[in-house]
């Protein structure tokens, strides 16, 4: 992660606080650094400001993933029923191959 990106990041944020698009891009970069709980706290962020975005499901369940299946699951359920709901059949079909490898383990 590049301090300068995360920090233009966080000067746009200052600007417009609930732009999802700039909350899911700083959970991003601390994600990619390793930054678990900042990447968790923004990931929530972006649910908080609109629960229709609908790439935060698939990078929730990603994240939860290896320490808590049962909450990896439920957002990818989540996510395809949003996906479905709004006629995202490539995003449904993405969240449902997630599912079933979380499944499957």
């Known amino acids: 992660m590049s301090t300068s990106r995360l920090n233009q990041l966080y000067a746009l944020l200052e600007e417009s606080s609930e732009d999802t698009f700039l909350l899911y891009a700083i959970a991003l970069e601390h994600l990619a650094t390793g ?6 706290k923004y990931f929530l962020k972006v649910l908080d400001a609109d629960d229709c975005y609908l ?6 369940a990603l994240f939860y993933q290896p320490e808590n299946k049962h909450r990896a699951i439920d957002f990818c359920s ?5 996906a ?11 969240l449902q191959a997630l599912l079933n490898q979380l499944e499957d383990e």
């Open 78 to 82: 989540k996510g395809i029923a949003l």
């Open 35 to 40: 930054e678990r709980a900042d990447a968790e």
């Open 84 to 94: 479905q709901k709004s006629g995202k059949t490539k995003t449904q079909m993405e």
């Open 55 to 60: 790439p935060v499901y698939y990078q929730l």
